[in-house]
């Protein structure tokens, strides 16, 4: 028997979250079966221990979108017993049980080795938003990012802190856009060189283009924020959009694609192929500093979780999350 985080449903449609003793039976198939070390909290684990669950379809539920740990059994020969591997993606947590416990069997496909640099709490200081910022990083690249600041928005969240800290470190000079002015500190040691409020760009304006300010960016809110950003980027500059707490729709005209020729990159973490998951992942660990890493980490157990589910849903959570699933 092992600990695990269980999200249960009763008649009448309420959710409740608590930590309760499991047994392998009940574990969902799957080639490989890990022992795991740490995990993460995520919004979307937030919705799925949230009331009404949010995005799970089927209950009991162990949610945790993430997880890095030990191999402990496998039927597929690119895993052995002792390998350390982090998984990330594939609806673990969601539609599958996922990192919350002290056991996970999932599909031998889902899973990475973890790269040599990193052990497992690392990997779980970055975890899935720290994997989709590297995503983001590489988008950029890949499309050349323009001289000038590179914009970051939601830059105290967990996507937003690692795409600072990895794009300062690798030389351009970083603008994190935040609500919250206390974190303008934070986001200085991470290596922003300028704040930007997040009303300034919140402001609605009629003007499709404004001046040419951003030579890259990524964006982790959307919705408002995104339109208005699009219009102050550089001639051909691109930006990577991950996230949608700003809401889904894009009130924005085709100009900005038109006459500046910006790229709007959509970045999905939930089923990279392997050679990517790779590449990012060893991208991380020769390419995020690690002591910046640490600065952006808050310890949490089990137990811990059911209100730290509603803080990030509130959007009280600073940095990084890392459970340890054995505390």
């Not at 402001?203 to 964006?219: A, I, M, Q, S």
Request: charged letters at 20%; hydrophobic letters at 40%; aromatic letters at 6%.
């Amino acid at each position: 028997m092992f600990n695990a985080l269980v999200v249960e449903k009763n008649d009448e449609g309420k959710t409740s979250a608590s930590v309760q003793q499991i047994g392998e039976d009940v574990l969902p198939a799957g080639e490989v079966t890990v022992a795991v070390e740490y995990s993460t909290v995520n919004y979307k684990d937030g919705l799925c221990i949230g009331p009404g669950g949010g995005l799970v379809r089927n209950y009991p539920h162990v949610p945790g979108i993430d997880f890095a740990g030990t191999v402990e059994t496998s039927d597929d020969d690119r895993y052995k017993p002792g390998d350390k591997v982090v998984l990330t993606g594939w609806r673990v947590g969601e539609a599958h049980w996922g990192g919350y416990s002290q056991k996970a069997r999932v599909k031998a496909d889902w899973l990475v080795p973890l790269p040599e640099g990193l052990d497992t709490r690392q990997a779980m200081a970055v975890g899935t938003a720290g994997f989709t910022a590297m995503l983001a990083v590489m988008a950029l690249e890949d499309h050349g990012i323009k001289d000038g600041p590179v914009l970051v928005t939601g830059a105290a969240g967990g996507v937003g802190s690692v795409a600072t800290a990895i794009l300062a470190n690798l030389g351009h000079e970083v603008a994190g856009v935040t609500g919250r002015p206390e974190t303008a500190d934070y986001l200085t040691s991470l290596g922003a060189t300028q704040i930007v409020a997040r009303e300034e760009l919140n402001e609605t304006t009629k003007r499709p283009l404004e001046g040419e300010t951003w030579g890259g960016c990524v964006d982790a809110v959307g919705g408002e924020m995104l339109a208005r950003l699009l219009g102050q980027m550089k001639y051909g500059a691109s930006v990577a959009a991950v996230g949608l707490a700003g809401g889904a729709a894009l009130p924005a005209t085709v100009i900005p694609f038109l006459l500046r020729g910006v790229n709007l990159l959509g970045i999905d973490s939930v089923m990279q192929p392997y050679d990517n998951r790779v590449r990012a992942w060893a991208r991380i660990a020769q390419d995020l500093p690690m002591e910046k890493l640490e600065a952006m980490v808050q310890p949490a157990t089990l137990s811990d979780l059911p209100g730290l589910g509603r803080d990030i849903l509130k959007g009280q959570v600073k940095g990084r999350v890392v459970v340890d699933v054995n505390a």
